[in-house]
């Protein structure tokens, strides 16, 4: 994934945010954060789709594999969701996570 969306870059940059895939860290206004192996997936998901809507089950399929289809439903992705908001903002972050009622989410500044 880094080598496709990324030109091969080390590190991905959004804003304040700043990924190292290789090291599986992310710091937020030069502060490391402390992230799940899911919580750093979805954030790096969510970058490498910025401005796009993404469904909850697309989240979940993309996180969990192609199995995640046998699940009752997806309430899980609103938690880590939340996790990751809070620790992006605890570290001075903006939340670029909308919520688009009934569909799923979007990564964006606007």
Avoid at 56 to 68: M, Q, V
Wanted: proline share 1%; aromatic share 12%.
């Amino acid at each position: 994934m880094r080598r496709r969306k990324f030109a091969g870059a080390r590190t991905v940059t959004f804003e304040e945010i700043e990924l190292i895939p290789e090291q599986g860290t992310v710091k937020v206004n030069e502060t490391e954060l402390v992230l799940t192996k899911k919580e750093f997936e979805l954030l790096l998901f969510f970058i490498s789709n910025k401005n796009r809507l993404l469904t909850r089950e697309s989240i979940a399929e993309h996180l969990w594999g192609d199995d995640i289809d046998l699940a009752d439903n997806f309430d899980f992705i609103y938690t880590h969701i939340n996790n990751l908001r809070k620790k992006i903002m605890k570290n001075g972050g903006n939340d670029y996570i909308k919520t688009v009622y009934g569909t799923g989410y979007k990564f964006t500044t606007a």
